[in-house]
């Protein structure tokens, strides 16, 4: 079985990434319509999907083929197929009934098919298209391409892994707060926030949050979901933090869920983040749970929800409490979504030229004319790909919104480390940047690091 789909994954890969076809729909497409390359057209004509020799001057191959009268009643007739050299020109003509239709069919039956990110979708497709009859014939393919882990070859077309994440609630949702008045969205956030500041490190990623980053709004999750399947995410993780009696108690531990049916691949997503989890929040794994939430029902990519530790617990609030703790738990988050989509750091290496270019900058930032100063400014934002909401301060704006987290008042706290959130460390990326001039292990170090803030 492993054999073919590594003899057939190349040709679907490479003609896939041609004409916007995922491999994952060729690769289910091949193993149940030819039986795993098994089937008499298979291994005789080199033919997986049964296509047949209408306008078409090569080689063909007839076979005798059951059909059947209204009656209900069989009759054979012999019908003529393409026979291919090798597997690949039947992926050739599979990826061109796709891109053009067929003789018959309009040029554009099968544009829905073209350019998904999302496996479901695709079938669903095919389905709708008029490709096969049988009703199944989506979740038979969507079978395969979970049991069989067919998804990974997708990722050799689509260059961008698309995370969706969401910090559960809005600041202000009534009841979702501890016993003290704190609230569940700013534990969230912080841990959104961290997971998607540490996704930055990776090659070939776009995040998009699905609530309101402010917390002001508590968006529906119905509208959650929606914008998660209309950007066609290719994971999505709601974070969150438990609550028991509303009380405090000695309930304790971290738990993720994925949605009550059968759902493989998120259930891979969830272990490998369940075990992060437990090592950020050192709480007692209550493990993985299953449950008919609207976040895992309504989202068609695979999808996770984390509970943290239990907000009305004596034991986990102090977790909860520490930022640090937090930040480790999207550090986690994000690490487990690398891992389970198999990223790799940006390659982006900062050499110690660029490193000299940010001491440059940096320094014409503190003592240079204005006009200096205002050009400096613009390469670094350029450099650290600063747009949208994310912002480059000078490191005095930094150092007093440092300050202000040190402050009693939990407001000013949690308003100074929203804010900070936005802005690009530039001391830090300064003091990295001084060490791509030192030794080789420092060097490589502060390399690694770099990216990070790219
Ligand atoms: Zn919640």
């Known amino acids: 079985m492993t054999n073919f789909i ?25 193993i149940l319509e030819s039986a795993w390359g098994t089937s008499d057209l298979a291994t005789k004509a080199n033919n997986l999907f049964g296509i047949k020799a209408s ?18 009643s069989v009759y054979y007739i012999n019908a003529d197929f393409r026979s291919y050299d090798t597997y690949e020109g039947c992926v050739i003509d599979l990826c061109h009934k796709y891109t053009h239709g067929t003789g ?65 609630h809005g600041v202000n949702t009534p009841g979702k707060r501890t016993p003290d008045g704190e609230r569940e969205w700013t534990f969230n956030n912080c841990v959104v926030n961290s997971a998607i500041k540490h996704l930055r490190i990776y090659e070939g990623v776009e995040v998009l949050r699905l609530d309101d980053e402010t917390g002001r709004i508590d968006v529906p999750l119905s509208a959650r979901t929606r914008k998660a399947n209309d950007w066609g995410a290719h994971a999505l993780v709601s974070v969150h933090h438990n609550a028991n009696t509303g009380d405090w108690g000695d309930w304790t531990g971290t738990e993720t869920y994925t949605y009550s049916a059968d759902v493989p691949e998120s259930e891979r997503l969830a272990e490998i983040v369940q075990g992060g989890l437990l090592s950020a929040y050192g709480l007692r794994n209550r493990g993985l749970k299953k449950a008919n939430f609207h976040m895992l029902r309504e989202s068609r990519m695979p999808a996770i929800l984390t509970e943290g530790g239990y907000m009305d617990s004596s034991i986990d609030i102090k977790k909860l409490r520490d930022t640090d703790v937090l930040e480790k738990a999207g550090q986690s988050i994000a690490e487990s979504v690398a891992e389970y989509f198999n990223l790799s750091t940006k390659q982006k290496a900062i050499t110690a030229d660029q490193g000299n270019e940010v001491l440059y900058w940096a320094e014409l930032l503190e003592g240079g004319s204005d006009g200096q100063q205002s050009w400096a400014y613009g390469m670094l934002q350029k450099f650290f790909n600063c747009t949208g909401d994310r912002l480059l301060i000078d490191p005095n704006q930094v150092k007093y919104l440092k300050t202000l987290i040190e402050k009693d008042d939990r407001g000013v706290r949690l308003w100074a480390k929203q804010e900070l959130e936005r802005y690009v460390d530039t001391n830090q990326v300064i003091y990295l940047a001084t060490l791509l001039k030192e030794s080789d292990g420092q060097r490589a170090w502060a390399a690694a690091q770099m990216p990070k803030y790219l």
């Open 6 to 30: 590594k003899t057939l994954a190349p040709f679907a890969i490479n003609h896939g990434r041609l004409n916007g076809v995922l491999p994952s729909l060729i690769l289910a497409q091949g």
């Open 55 to 72: 306008n078409w001057t090569g080689e063909t191959y007839t076979k005798r083929t059951a059909e059947q009268r209204p009656d209900g």
């Open 104 to 168: 018959w069919e309009d040029f554009n039956r099968y544009e829905d098919v073209l350019n998904q990110a999302d496996y479901k979708r695709a079938t669903q497709a095919v389905k709708d298209a008029g490709y096969a009859t049988d009703v199944n014939y989506p979740s038979k393919l969507n079978k395969l391409i979970e049991q069989h882990n067919l998804t990974q070859y997708d990722r050799e077309v689509c260059t961008m892994v698309k995370i969706a994440l969401d910090a559960g």
